[in-house]
């Protein structure tokens, strides 16, 4: 296991930590929220959610808490149009048919369109 045998017995002669009822009710409400949030939400906002079912918490007492129980945001990133195409403009007819395998160079050419973030400065 790794585990050296002065670490093991130093590990056994260490008390037990002893988490009280409600320390672990609280535990368990944290990290059902976090999960129903999809794991969106941050220390603050637990925090309001937990005080609201009644959970006497702080914000650096929250803090504390998701990193006990490794409770990680992930941000989101909205999704945005990037192309926004007029119906009355005329789309290209489809020439290659799903056939990507041509017999030789030159008779198929292909190009990638992507889109870049531009900025218009005054």
């Known amino acids: 296991m790794r585990v050296s045998k002065s670490a093991y017995y130093a590990w056994r002669k260490r ?13 368990r409400r944290a990290k059902a929220l976090f999960e129903d949030s999809r794991d969106s939400l941050g220390s603050r906002e637990l925090g309001k959610k937990l005080r609201k079912e009644g959970f006497d918490v702080s914000r650096h007492r929250v803090i504390g808490l998701m990193k006990r ?30 056939n990507f395998n041509p017999l030789g160079p ?6 990638d369109v992507s889109y870049l973030k531009t900025v218009v400065v005054n």
């Open 106 to 111: 030159n008779q198929v050419w292909a190009g």
């Open 15 to 27: 008390p037990a930590i002893i988490i009280s009822a409600q320390t672990l009710n609280l535990h």
């Open 69 to 98: 129980l490794g409770l990680v945001v992930k941000q989101r990133i909205a999704y945005k149009v990037t192309t926004k195409r007029k119906y009355s403009d005329a789309v290209a007819n489809n020439l290659l048919n799903m």
